[in-house]
Nanobody
Framework: QVQLVESGGGLVQAGGSLRLSCVAS???????????LAWHRQPPGKQRELVAS???????VYADSVKGRFTISRDNVKSTVYLEMTSLKPDDTAVYYC????????????WGRGTQVTVSS
């Protein structure tokens, strides 16, 4: 089992930056190295969508809408995944969730409670 706790959300003006953090707590017997960690977001009235993911080896995937603006990184020693967001736009406003899935599955089964990011114009 993996527990995820996000932090770092807030209110920022368009063009600004924010850094989100997600700390993963792993139950005894579990191995975080087999877990792909990711950031998803859910804008108001819309479905949750993948923003970026990263494997324990550092392989990354980004949504087209954030490429060149957001950077996902992972510290395996600290069991933490980060999302550095720059050039923020009002369309980035959403609840951002940290998620995790096993390497052998495409389904995210571990979720944090989310952190609100609001970008004002």
């Amino acid at each position: 089992q993996v527990q995820l706790v996000e932090s770092g959300g807030g209110l920022v003006q368009a063009g600004g930056s924010l850094r989100l953090s997600c700390v993963a707590s792993v139950a005894s017997g579990s191995d975080l190295r087999i877990v792909v960690l990711a950031w998803h977001r859910q804008p108001p009235g819309k479905q949750r969508e993948l923003v970026a993911s990263i494997s324990s080896g550092g392989s990354t995937v980004y949504a087209d809408s954030v490429k060149g603006r957001f950077t996902i990184s992972r510290d395996n020693v600290k069991s933490t995944v980060y999302l550095e967001m720059t050039s923020l736009k009002p369309d980035d406003t959403a609840v951002y969730y940290c998620g995790g899935r096993r390497l052998t599955s495409s389904t995210y089964i571990y979720w944090g409670r989310g952190t609100q990011v609001t970008v004002s114009s």
